[in-house]
T-cell receptor, first 111, second 114 residues
Framework: QQQVKQSPQSLIVQKGGISIINCAYE??????FPWYQQFPGKGPALLIA???DVSEKKEGRFTISFNKSAKQFSLHIMDSQPGDSATYFC??????????WGLGTSLAVNP | DAGVIQSPRHEVTEMGQEVTLRCKPI?????LFWYRQTMMRGLELLIY????????DSGMPEDRFSAKMPNASFSTLKIQPSEPRDSAVYFC????????????FGPGTRLTVT
């Protein structure tokens, strides 16, 4: 039973373009929504996270947009760079810290 | 800070053998998580501990899997007997309850069961 649905499964973007990855969740008890970045052969690392009391959070080129009523959130990567090529995971968690993960999006940024 | 340490990094074993994966969390962290990652199922939480106590083991696939955390600086995940379908990358992660919700992942153990 997948409670967090992530799309697309893979994404190819040209250097300088905008990468957009979407996630939808089912559990209304979730109040923490992170995005993790994973490079081949490495463990995932936190990129950016949001709580549902705000609709947007920006850190450098990375922005989370959050729509509580639609139970959806997305990651926008502005000015995408080849170094951003990685797998991105979204997640959701309630107050028990148990993260439920999306299946991941493989992003390739062409130079 | 050395980060989360996992050993071994790679393990190849035959079906039916016992496998033990090890994890040393970041010093001072009070949460420890064990995950399994496969292409088909993505990242799956197997079990997590708070202050060395198992909180939720509902993700442990079956009785062949067991996890322990005898002290704050060490945890093991054991598979006995191992099966080919257990082949995956196993990650350990830790976090600090007073430091937010970020989980710090180790480099993983790639397990291959033949």
């Amino acid at each position: 039973q997948q409670q967090v649905k992530q799309s697309p499964q893979s994404l190819i973007v040209q250097k300088g373009g905008i990468s957009i990855i979407n996630c939808a969740y089912e559990n209304t008890a979730f109040d923490y929504f992170p995005w993790y970045q994973q490079f081949p052969g490495k463990g995932p690392a936190l990129l950016i996270a949001i709580r549902p009391d705000v609709s947007e959070k920006k850190e450098g080129r990375f922005t989370i947009s959050f729509n509580k009523s639609a139970k959806q959130f997305s990651l926008h990567i502005m000015d995408s760079q080849p170094g951003d090529s990685a797998t991105y995971f979204c997640g959701g968690a309630g107050n028990n810290r148990k993260l439920i993960w999306g299946l991941g999006t493989s992003l390739a940024v062409n130079p | 800070d050395a980060g989360v340490i996992q050993s071994p990094r790679h393990e190849v074993t035959e079906m039916g053998q016992e496998v033990t994966l090890r994890c040393k969390p970041i010093s001072g962290h009070d949460y420890l998580f064990w995950y399994r990652q496969t292409m088909m199922r993505g990242l799956e939480l197997l079990i997590y501990f708070n202050n060395n106590v198992p909180i939720d083991d509902s993700g442990m696939p079956e009785d062949r899997f067991s996890a322990k955390m005898p002290n704050a600086s060490f945890s093991t995940l054991k598979i006995q007997p191992s099966e080919p379908r257990d082949s995956a990358v196993y990650f350990c992660a830790s976090s600090l309850s007073a430091g937010g919700w970020e989980q710090y992942f180790g480099p993983g153990t790639r397990l291959t069961v033949t």
